[in-house]
């Protein structure tokens, strides 16, 4: 019982943080976004993303979904277009926990005390996935806003999964438009 605990609370640990979507943006300091109210797919810079389609689709549909949330329409003639792209790759975590079973007395060092730790490794293997959102104007054809998300992914099932993208585009589109938090 006494070695559950630890390993309990480290799993708790484990998958709170890996359910963490970090986002980081970059824009143009020069720009109006307040004037952007219509938005389209890029569909060439979408087809390059190395995804299943299934995927793009799911992606597609959340970006539409948290675009709505913030007023905009999507529109045959936008003010802006929207390009995705991803990355992934695959991590490990190496994570010690020490239980210390020692005994003694007073302030001090004991080269003995050793004999009474238990260490526990535990490792894991996940991958990490990056979505890189666009912002595009259309008519200068650059790009003005980028929304990146990097995070765990999940894929053990048709619902996690199509959970964990929602997750990531409402984190990164939330950071859209900048300033508007201020």
């Not at 994570?95 to 060092?109: I, K, L, R, V």
């Not at 490792?123 to 980028?146: A, M, R």
Request: with cysteine; hydrophobic share 35%.
């Amino acid at each position: 019982m006494k070695l559950l605990k630890p390993f309990m609370f480290f799993l708790a640990i484990a998958l709170s943080s890996c359910s963490s979507v970090k986002v980081a943006t970059d824009y143009d300091t020069k720009v109006d976004f307040s004037k952007y109210k219509t938005y389209a797919f890029y569909k060439t810079g979408i087809d390059k993303a190395e995804i299943s389609d299934l995927d793009k689709k799911r992606i597609l549909r959340a970006i539409e979904t948290e675009l709505a949330v913030l007023g905009m329409k999507k529109s045959s003639n936008p003010d802006m277009l929207v390009s995705i792209f991803t990355k992934s790759r695959e991590k490990v975590n190496v994570n010690q926990n020490q239980n210390n079973f020692g005994y003694g007395f007073g302030w001090g060092w004991n080269p003995w005390m050793n004999a009474g730790m238990n260490s526990n490794v535990h490792v894991s293997q996940y991958t990490e996935g990056t979505l890189f959102i666009d912002f595009i104007d259309k008519d200068k054809k650059e790009l003005v806003w980028q929304g990146v998300g990097t995070g765990a992914l999940k894929t053990q099932n048709r619902e996690k999964k199509e959970a964990r993208i929602k997750e990531f585009v409402k984190e990164i589109v939330s950071r859209f438009p900048p300033g508007k938090n201020k």
